[in-house]
């Protein structure tokens, strides 16, 4: 598996400490370190975010250690290691810290709003934040009613009196844990909201379930104000692919105001699901992949986004436009860039792919954040579509009416449009995952040449139903919704 290796320079360690000195009152200030941010300004050592108070101070802490829990964590080969920094974004309203799972199976994000922030002006950017392990001890016996100090990044007269990173991590970063983060938004944004709890069914439901151990795919379904399990993807079930990897809920319940569910329409296979509970002026969520041995990294959301022979110029445009909003409008989006919308959706897939879009359920909104990863390397992230270029170079790609013939090693597959422009294809990666985890190679190919061919794009579009960018016509980006199997791609 290729891995990078991400480094965190901090000025000091992140700790709770006097903070007289700060905020000329007694009390204590949670001092979150910061490392690599950018800003408006351009990168920064060590930017500062926020300097102000916590409304419910212990709320707060237990939420971010739910954060820092999941980050931790391995919940498929939980013996191998895994110990990343959370990831903090400042969209001028908000603080939004967010982790993956080491496997890559669990995305974690605490929305800290404006009702839970007090006494200061919330800036822009993204960074790492630094949870270490005295910092994660101190939270956990945090109490009282005492006024918490927050400072998001150190105060600059702190930057000029200490001399250089002082502490530094290196951490292994798996390329999947970067893709894992293109495809949550992807997956995310066919969402809606299947349920909500009040905070004592809340309560009772995530207490119910295992904390450890490989539990069962089960499937739940609202009944009145509770959560029901069952057996099967009834209408209106969400799934609960390996539930306990929701554990990490387990530190906020008694601070719970209620539970929201969200997923796609029920299917016949697991399917990806988003588990939100609702706090006092925050929101913490966790988005769980279909199966706890299949991380995200290879749902194959974004192929058809980065299929699109315009979709990199087009991100290029769009990404001058954001500005760490917390919520973008494509319809808004597409008016200043003077493209029609799918193109727009399409660039927000790619740019997801270096990390700068993220997607809120609850709000049902795309944000900006920005992370320290190149647009440009999505393609290097993604076998099929390097596979599906490779087949296009070699000339594999034979367009026909109704869809087209592409020949591998000897080997035909036939490419169909179905209904609704729909591809389908005859390879054993079709017939396992039926579309569910993204296109396969042959009809990447077949996208690319169509969106590729002028002598032949007309027929394409006339006899196959695709569109100039490649995509079949009507259709977006395949969403993973009924999807099921392994981890892994081809």
């Given at each position: 598996?290729?891995?990078?290796?991400?480094?965190?320079?901090?000025?000091?360690?992140?700790?709770?400490?006097?903070?007289?000195?700060?905020?000329?009152?007694?009390?204590?200030?949670?001092?979150?370190?910061?490392s690599g941010g950018a800003t408006p300004a351009g990168a920064v050592a060590n930017?500062?975010?926020?300097?102000?108070?916590?409304?419910?101070?212990?709320?707060?802490?237990?939420?971010?250690?739910?954060?820092?829990?999941?980050?931790?964590?391995?919940?498929?080969?939980?013996?191998?290691?895994?110990?990343?920094?959370?990831?903090?974004?400042?969209?001028?309203?908000?603080?939004?810290?967010?982790?993956?799972?080491?496997?890559?199976?669990?995305?974690?994000?605490?929305?800290?709003?404006?009702?839970?922030?007090?006494?200061?002006?919330?800036?822009?950017?993204?960074?790492?934040?630094?949870?270490?392990?005295?910092?994660?001890?101190?939270?956990?016996?945090?109490?009282?009613?005492?006024?918490?100090?927050?400072?998001?990044?150190?105060?600059?007269?702190?930057?000029?009196?200490?001399?250089?990173?002082?502490?530094?991590?290196?951490?292994?970063?798996?390329?999947?844990?970067?893709?894992?983060?293109?495809?949550?938004?992807?997956?995310?944004?066919?969402?809606?909201?299947?349920?909500?709890?009040?905070?004592?069914?809340?309560?009772?439901?995530?207490?119910?379930?295992?904390?450890?151990?490989?539990?069962?795919?089960?499937?739940?379904?609202?009944?009145?104000?509770?959560?029901?399990?069952?057996?099967?993807?009834?209408?209106?079930?969400?799934?609960?692919?390996?539930?306990?990897?929701?554990?990490?809920?387990?530190?906020?319940?008694?601070?719970?105001?209620?539970?929201r569910v969200y997923g796609p329409p029920a299917g016949p296979g697991p399917t990806?699901?988003?588990?939100?509970?609702?706090?006092?002026?925050?929101?913490?969520?966790?988005?769980?992949?279909?199966?706890?041995?299949?991380?995200?990294?290879?749902?194959?959301?974004?192929?058809?986004?980065?299929?699109?022979?315009?979709?990199?110029?087009?991100?290029?445009?769009?990404?001058?436009?954001?500005?760490?909003?917390?919520?973008?409008?494509?319809?808004?989006?597409?008016?200043?860039?003077?493209?029609?919308?799918?193109?727009?959706?399409?660039?927000?897939?790619?740019?997801?792919?270096?990390?700068?879009?993220?997607?809120?359920?609850?709000?049902?909104?795309?944000?900006?954040?920005?992370?320290?990863?190149?647009?440009?390397?999505?393609?290097?992230?993604?076998?099929?579509?390097?596979?599906?270029?490779?087949?296009?170079?070699?000339?594999?790609?034979?367009?026909?009416?109704?869809?087209?013939?592409?020949?591998?090693?000897?080997?035909?597959?036939?490419?169909?449009?179905?209904?609704?422009?729909?591809?389908?294809?005859?390879?054993?990666?079709?017939?396992?995952?039926?579309?569910?985890?993204?296109?396969?190679?042959?009809?990447?190919?077949?996208?690319?040449?169509?969106?590729?061919?002028?002598?032949?794009?007309?027929?394409?579009?006339?006899?196959?139903?695709?569109?100039?960018?490649?995509?079949?016509?009507?259709?977006?980006?395949?969403?993973?919704?009924?999807?099921?199997?392994?981890?892994?791609?081809?």
């Open positions: 598996m290729t891995q990078a290796v991400q480094t965190y320079a901090y000025l000091r360690s992140s700790a709770i400490r006097d903070s007289a000195v700060q905020s000329g009152a007694a009390g204590r200030s949670l001092d979150l370190e910061t930017p500062q975010f926020f300097s102000g108070f916590l409304t419910t101070p212990v709320p707060a802490a237990a939420a971010l250690l739910a954060v820092a829990d999941v980050a931790a964590a391995r919940y498929y080969r939980p013996l191998l290691r895994a110990s990343l920094d959370p990831v903090v974004t400042a969209n001028g309203d908000r603080l939004r810290f967010e982790s993956f799972s080491g496997c890559c199976g669990v995305y974690a994000r605490l929305d800290v709003l404006g009702a839970g922030l007090d006494g200061g002006e919330i800036g822009h950017g993204t960074t790492n934040v630094d949870v270490n392990s005295p910092l994660r001890d101190a939270l956990g016996v945090l109490g009282g009613a005492e006024p918490l100090h927050l400072a998001v990044g150190p105060e600059a007269l702190e930057v000029t009196t200490l001399d250089g990173p002082l502490v530094e991590k290196k951490v292994p970063l798996p390329e999947r844990w970067l893709r894992g983060f293109a495809e949550t938004q992807v997956l995310a944004a066919g969402f809606d909201l299947r349920a909500e709890a009040p905070a004592a069914e809340a309560v009772r439901f995530l207490r119910s379930l295992p904390r450890t151990g490989r539990g069962a795919t089960q499937w739940v379904v609202a009944a009145g104000p509770t959560l029901r399990p069952t057996s099967r993807a009834v209408p209106g079930a969400v799934c609960l692919p390996g539930p306990e990897r929701l554990a990490a809920l387990q530190r906020v319940l008694r601070h719970a105001l209620a539970l990806a699901s988003a588990w939100e509970v609702v706090l006092p002026g925050m929101r913490l969520t966790l988005t769980l992949s279909p199966d706890a041995a299949r991380g995200f990294s290879g749902e194959g959301g974004v192929l058809d986004a980065l299929a699109a022979e315009s979709s990199a110029a087009d991100a290029e445009l769009v990404a001058v436009l954001l500005a760490w909003e917390p919520r973008i409008d494509p319809a808004e989006l597409a008016e200043q860039a003077g493209l029609p919308i799918d193109r727009v959706r399409a660039a927000l897939t790619r740019l997801g792919t270096a990390g700068q879009i993220g997607y809120d359920t609850a709000e049902a909104a795309y944000f900006h954040r920005q992370l320290p990863y190149e647009a440009a390397r999505a393609e290097d992230r993604n076998p099929r579509l390097r596979a599906a270029r490779a087949l296009v170079a070699a000339g594999a790609v034979r367009l026909e009416q109704g869809g087209a013939l592409v020949t591998v090693d000897g080997h035909v597959q036939r490419v169909r449009i179905g209904a609704a422009g729909r591809l389908s294809c005859t390879c054993l990666w079709w017939a396992k995952y039926r579309g569910g985890r993204g296109p396969c190679k042959h009809a990447l190919a077949v996208s690319l040449t169509a969106g590729r061919d002028e002598t032949g794009l007309t027929a394409a579009r006339d006899e196959t139903g695709l569109t100039a960018g490649g995509r079949p016509a009507g259709v977006g980006s395949v969403q993973g919704r009924d999807a099921a199997g392994v981890e892994g791609e081809l």
